[in-house]
């Protein structure tokens, strides 16, 4: 899929894996409805069976994805992006330098503890983004929403679907890209 072939229905109900920003650039501009994300959280993890996540040791990749996630995104749609806390200052810089606002923030309680420090890290976060004047979903959902623990088998943060669902419901319409 090159040049201006591209059109929104070129991407329903399909699988693209690959470099994302690439994969965004062949996208035709404010084609998408809703975007959830699940970004590297820039803290170099490595679990203790040695697995790593791409591009979690650099921030190169932040602002060229954010960017592009603005571009296809349609005026008035929103995104939910999870991101690192401790790494909120480059998230939120990246997320309103491409034009977004911040209009919410969901915490997501897990069922244990990922690591101990000073404190006992048992949630995930990620902030509600508009692009331009947004409407008010009819039902809201909550801003904290259980996420059952399975066994983070193909990921580190592997998220539950029945704890995304939701969200997808609620800031898609239906048939929406």
């Not at 404010?30 to 790593?52: E, H, W």
């Not at 040791?57 to 749609?77: E, I, S």
Request: net charge positive; proline share 7%; hydrophobic share 40%.
């Amino acid at each position: 899929m090159t040049g201006n072939t591209n059109t929104p229905t070129n991407f329903r109900n399909t699988i693209l894996n690959g470099d994302s920003v690439e994969l965004m650039r062949a996208m035709p501009r404010n084609a998408v409805d809703f975007i959830l994300t699940d970004p590297p959280y820039l803290v170099n993890y490595q679990s203790r069976d040695g697995r790593k996540v791409r591009n979690d040791d650099n921030a190169r990749w932040l602002r060229p994805a954010v960017n592009q996630m603005h571009r296809v995104l349609k005026w008035g749609g929103l995104a939910v992006s999870f991101y690192g806390w401790n790494k909120i200052d480059l998230f939120a810089e990246a997320w309103k330098a491409a034009g977004f606002r911040m209009v919410g923030h969901i915490v997501f309680r897990k069922s244990y503890a990922s690591s101990s420090g000073f404190l006992r890290y048992e949630h995930e976060s990620a902030y509600l983004l508009a692009k331009g004047n947004v409407k008010r979903p009819g039902q809201s959902v909550p801003d904290v929403i259980d996420m059952p623990y399975f066994g983070n088998k193909l990921h580190p943060t592997q998220k539950p679907v029945a704890s995304l669902l939701p969200l997808v419901e609620t800031f898609c319409p239906v048939g929406g890209l």
